[in-house]
């Protein structure tokens, strides 16, 4: 598809799209980023890559495409070091979980651009993170929601879209805001009350290993994700978590007050509830 691509970032998403676009080869020529010494150096050693650069200007000169796989607060800082060296037409997108601000910020850092930005968010991630974990099938039967603006250029929109496709996944287009909303739910809720019921039990954390079942193992596998990473990802979708976090307070009080009461029959159709929830979505 492009003779050259630069990933900016690699840890799990960005080495993984290393992989992914080797395997299936997207590219002729596969650039990568690095922001601290140590990492350039292991990208070198450890990634199929053809170049790799500190400097974030020299590693997007000659790309048809740039992703920026960083943390979601560092993204309009580096669209703002790189818009001056990308090449005519050039594509340049992101794996950030949160949209709005990132695209509203792009939108008019490119208004004068003859390149283009258009929002991606691959929904393939891990509670590893890293290059070490890197898979080149992290991206295989999952969903890529795409964000364009109204003004995006359709050539290039489909190009995009074309890409995430080939890589296996299946794509979504939805407008950043609307994104922002429904991912506070379906995904940043998700990680907030794992890492709530993790903390809850954070006295426990010496026996819990010899008693808990694989049911607690399941439930805050996620709460184990980067810290650093899902402190900047709430910080910068904080109004919709907030509605969303109210919410499940609402259901968690409702559950509480029917065990309170003795309600047993209400908790069970309360449970069915959740069930129904559940076997829906691994339809």
């Known amino acids: 598809m492009f003779k050259q691509v630069t990933i900016m970032g690699p840890g799990l998403l960005g080495a993984s799209l290393v992989l992914a676009v080797k395997k299936k080869l997207l590219a002729e020529k596969i650039v990568v980023w690095a922001r601290s010494e140590n990492t350039a150096k292991n990208a070198l ?41 990308l090449d005519e037409s050039c594509i340049v997108t992101d794996v950030g979980s949160v949209k709005s601000e990132i695209c509203k910020n792009a939108q008019n850092l490119f208004k004068k651009s003859k390149s283009s930005f258009i929002g991606s968010h691959p929904m393939a991630g891990s509670e590893k993170a890293g290059m070490d974990h890197a898979n080149e099938n992290l991206f295989s039967s999952r969903t890529c929601i ?35 909303a429904k991912l506070s739910q379906l995904s940043h809720l998700p990680h907030l009350v794992s890492s709530v019921l ?86």
């Open 45 to 85: 050693e450890k990634l199929p890559v053809d170049q790799v650069e500190r400097n974030p200007s020299v590693s997007v000169r000659g790309s048809q495409l740039v992703v920026l796989c960083t943390p979601v607060e560092t993204i309009t800082s580096i669209l703002n070091s790189i818009i001056d060296d």
């Open 146 to 180: 795409i964000t364009p603006d109204d003004k995006a250029d359709s050539e290039q929109l489909k190009k995009l879209t074309l890409f995430w496709e080939y890589l296996g996944m299946k794509s979504i287009l939805m407008n950043p805001q609307e994104h922002d």
């Open 198 to 283: 993790a903390h809850s039990l954070h006295d426990k954390i010496d026996e819990a290993p010899m008693l808990c079942g694989q049911g607690l193992r399941d439930t805050v596998r996620i709460a184990g994700g980067s810290p650093e990473l899902w402190a900047g990802i709430i910080e910068q979708n904080k109004i919709n978590i907030l509605e969303s976090v109210e919410k499940f307070e609402e259901s968690f009080q409702t559950v509480r007050n029917l065990i309170s009461q003795n309600d047993f029959n209400g908790l069970q159709e309360f449970l069915k509830q959740g069930s129904v929830f559940q076997e829906n979505l691994n339809k």
